[in-house]
C-alpha cells in the first residue's frame, strides 16, 4: 500500500492540510459515513464511493452533471460529470465519475476513487476537497483525514466544525479572518487598558482563562438556562448522553473559545507594547511590532496546542453533575489498588470490594471523551468489577468495540452516536446509550439491590 504523507511535515511533498487551509477559498468537507468507507475494505458492499449530498452536489463547487447517452431512451436519466481527482498522500491520480442515477432518488456518488484512501480509516474521519483545474479541465486534490489524528482536531478547529457537522462547502480563509477579526475587536479594549496603565490588571479580571471545573459549571448553567431545566438529573430529562455531549461539544467549546481569544488579544497587546504604558509614535509602534512578529506567529500557533490539552475535563463534570442531581450514590476519585484511581465508583468503594453478584454488584465508572488506545488503561482499573467506560468518541471501531466486550468493558454513548451512521456502534450489545444506562442499568437494576 502506498505510504500516506504526514499532513503537516515542511518538505516538499506534504504540509498538505495546512497548505489547504492557508490558501483556498471553497473546500468540500464531509465527515464520512461507515457506508463512505466500508466499501474500500469489506466484500459485498454496494456503494462504491463517497455520498455526495444534493446541497454540495449542485453548489457549483463540482462541474455541473450532464444526461448520460442511453440506448434505450426510455430508460431513468443518469446524470454524470468526469473530472481529475490527486490523492497526494498516496501518490496517486484518478479520472473520477460523480453520478446521479434518478431512478434511486436524489442519491449521488463519488466514484473511481482509490479505496487506499479509505480502506483504513476510522469511523467519522473526513474527506477534504480544493479545486485543482489544470488547463481549463476541471480538477481535485483530495485529502482523507482520519478521525483518530491530530490533523482532524486542527481540522476542526480551524473550521469551527459544530459537533453535529456532517457536510458542506466552506471558505477557510473566510472563516479564519473572522476568528482573526474577533480577536482584534477585543485587543482594542485590551489597548485602551494599555494606555491607562492596567493592562495586567484587565488581564486578570477580563481575560483569563476559568479553572477546567468554572468553565464546565459556567456550560451547563447556561445550558440549564437555555432549556429551562432545573439541574441535569438523568431521569428528569429525554437523551442524557446527547444533553452532555452539547454542554461539552457546544456550550463550553463556545466559551473557551472566547476566552482563549481574550487572551490571545492580551498577549498580542503585550507582545508588542509591553506591561508598561510609555508615549510611543509611530515608528516605536512599528518597531515594536517587526520586533514581536516572531512572538506574535508563536501566539497564534499555539491556540490549537492549548484547546487540545484542555480537551476531556468537561465531560467528566458534566457526568459528575448528572450522578448528583439524579441522586445516584458514587465515590470520585478513590484509590482502588496501587496506581489505581477510576473517575466514579458506585455506589462506593465500600460496597464494590464486597463479594456479590447479579445487580447487587458496585461497578466503575470512567469518563473519557477519546479514547484511542488509553481504553487499554483503563481496563487495568477492573480488578474483577463491572466497567462502564463513557465516551463522546465518534471514532472507535468495531474490532475494538469487540476486544472490549471480549475483556468485560461496555461502552455508554450519546444516544445519537448510538444510531448514527457514522460510528461503529449500533451492532454491539456492549454498547448502551446513556439513557439505558441510567434508566434500565442504574434506576431499574442496580439502585433496588444497592438500597
Known amino acids: 500500500m502506498p505510504q500516506q504523507f504526514d499532513l503537516f511535515a515542511e518538505d516538499d511533498s506534504?504540509?498538505?492540510?495546512?497548505?489547504?487551509?492557508?490558501?483556498?477559498?471553497?473546500?468540500?468537507?464531509?465527515?464520512?459515513?461507515?457506508?463512505?468507507?466500508?466499501?474500500a475494505r469489506l466484500i459485498n458492499k454496494h456503494q462504491g464511493g463517497v455520498y455526495v449530498p444534493p446541497r454540495e452536489r449542485d453548489s457549483g463547487f463540482f462541474p455541473p452533471l450532464v444526461a448520460?447517452?442511453?440506448?434505450?431512451?426510455?430508460?431513468?436519466?443518469?446524470?454524470?460529470?468526469?473530472?481529475?481527482?490527486?490523492?497526494p498522500q498516496f501518490?496517486?491520480?484518478?479520472?473520477?465519475?460523480?453520478?446521479?442515477?434518478?431512478?434511486?432518488?436524489p442519491e449521488t456518488h463519488m466514484t473511481r476513487v482509490p479505496k487506499e484512501a479509505f480502506a483504513s480509516l476510522s469511523p467519522a474521519s473526513w474527506l477534504v476537497m480544493v479545486r485543482a483545474d489544470r488547463d481549463g479541465a476541471p480538477g481535485f486534490v483530495c485529502l482523507t483525514i482520519d478521525s483518530n489524528s491530530d490533523e482532524a482536531i486542527v481540522l476542526a478547529d480551524t473550521l469551527a466544525l459544530a459537533a453535529k457537522f456532517t457536510s458542506e462547502i466552506l471558505d477557510p480563509i473566510a472563516i479564519m479572518a473572522m476568528e482573526r477579526d474577533r480577536i482584534m475587536?477585543?485587543?482594542?479594549?485590551?489597548?485602551?487598558?494599555w494606555l491607562?496603565?492596567?493592562?495586567?490588571?484587565f488581564a486578570a479580571d477580563r481575560?483569563?482563562?476559568?479553572?477546567?471545573?468554572d468553565l464546565a459549571t459556567m456550560a451547563r448553567t447556561a445550558f440549564l438556562e437555555k432549556f429551562k431545566l432545573p439541574a441535569l438529573n438523568p431521569f428528569e430529562m429525554?437523551?442524557?448522553?446527547?444533553?452532555?455531549?452539547?454542554?461539552?461539544?457546544v456550550?463550553?467549546?463556545?466559551?473557551?473559545?472566547?476566552?482563549?481569544?481574550r487572551e490571545r488579544a492580551v498577549e498580542l497587546v503585550r507582545a508588542v507594547l509591553g506591561d508598561d504604558a510609555v508615549k510611543l509614535d509611530m515608528k516605536g509602534i512599528v518597531r515594536r511590532l517587526v520586533d514581536a512578529t516572531g512572538a506574535i506567529d508563536a501566539i497564534m500557533l499555539s491556540a490549537s496546542q492549548q484547546r487540545k490539552s484542555r480537551a476531556g475535563y468537561s465531560f467528566e463534570h458534566q457526568i459528575e453533575a448528572m450522578l448528583v442531581a439524579g441522586g445516584i450514590p458514587f465515590a470520585k476519585q478513590v484509590v482502588i489498588d496501587a496506581r489505581k484511581r477510576p473517575d466514579f465508583v458506585l455506589p462506593s468503594l465500600t460496597h464494590l470490594r464486597k463479594p456479590l453478584e447479579g445487580p447487587a454488584r458496585g461497578l466503575i465508572l470512567s469518563a473519557k471523551t477519546t479514547l484511542r488506545e488509553r481504553w487499554k488503561q483503563v481496563q487495568r482499573e477492573m480488578g474483577g468489577s463491572d466497567l462502564f467506560l463513557a465516551t463522546v468518541d465518534e471514532s472507535i471501531a468495531a474490532n475494538a468495540i469487540e476486544d472490549m466486550a471480549s475483556m468485560g468493558i461496555s461502552l455508554v454513548v450519546p444516544e445519537s452516536l448510538k444510531t448514527s451512521k457514522d460510528t461503529e456502534y449500533v451492532r454491539h450489545d456492549n454498547v448502551l446509550d446513556f439513557e439505558t444506562f441510567f434508566r434500565g442499568e442504574l434506576q431499574l437494576l442496580r439502585m433496588p439491590a444497592w438500597a
Open 14 to 39: 506534504s504540509g498538505l492540510l495546512a497548505g489547504v487551509l492557508r490558501t483556498a477559498t471553497q473546500l468540500f468537507v464531509k465527515k464520512l459515513s461507515n457506508n463512505d468507507r466500508d466499501w
Open 68 to 87: 448520460k447517452e442511453r440506448d434505450n431512451p426510455e430508460a431513468d436519466e443518469i446524470r454524470e460529470a468526469w473530472f481529475r481527482t490527486e490523492w
Open 91 to 105: 501518490g496517486i491520480e484518478k479520472q473520477t465519475r460523480l453520478v446521479h442515477y434518478t431512478s434511486k432518488g
Open 185 to 193: 475587536d477585543f485587543a482594542e479594549e485590551v489597548a485602551l487598558a
Open 196 to 201: 491607562a496603565g492596567n493592562i495586567a490588571g
Open 207 to 213: 481575560a483569563k482563562m476559568p479553572v477546567t471545573v
Open 238 to 249: 429525554d437523551r442524557p448522553g446527547d444533553a452532555i455531549r452539547e454542554i461539552s461539544r
Open 251 to 261: 456550550f463550553e467549546w463556545d466559551l473557551f473559545r472566547e476566552f482563549q481569544r
